[in-house]
């Protein structure tokens, strides 16, 4: 299975983890803006103050980005040999 960690979009948005309260946390973009999410979408080591990067993709831009992860993966397989 590919590392869903692979898959990025050409502009990650930079946030900075805000407080957690009932299981929502609030993530700040750097104009201000704000949105919350549960908990359990954040990695467990991101705290308070720290900053995490959201990819935005369409369901197309996932597909190719598979495809070129999969090209990379075998090519590097092969390369080896």
């Keep these: 299975m590919i590392n869903p960690s692979l898959l990025t979009s050409d ?39 720290e900053v995490v990067f959201l990819n935005l993709l369409t369901e197309n831009e996932l597909e190719l980005s598979r495809q070129d992860v999969a090209k990379r993966v075998l090519n590097e397989i092969l390369s080896r040999e």
């Design 11 to 49: 502009k990650p948005l930079k946030l900075k983890v805000g407080k957690t309260e009932s299981g929502f946390t609030k993530l700040m973009f750097p104009d201000s803006q704000s949105i919350e999410i549960s908990r359990k979408y954040l990695p467990k080591s991101a705290g308070e103050g």
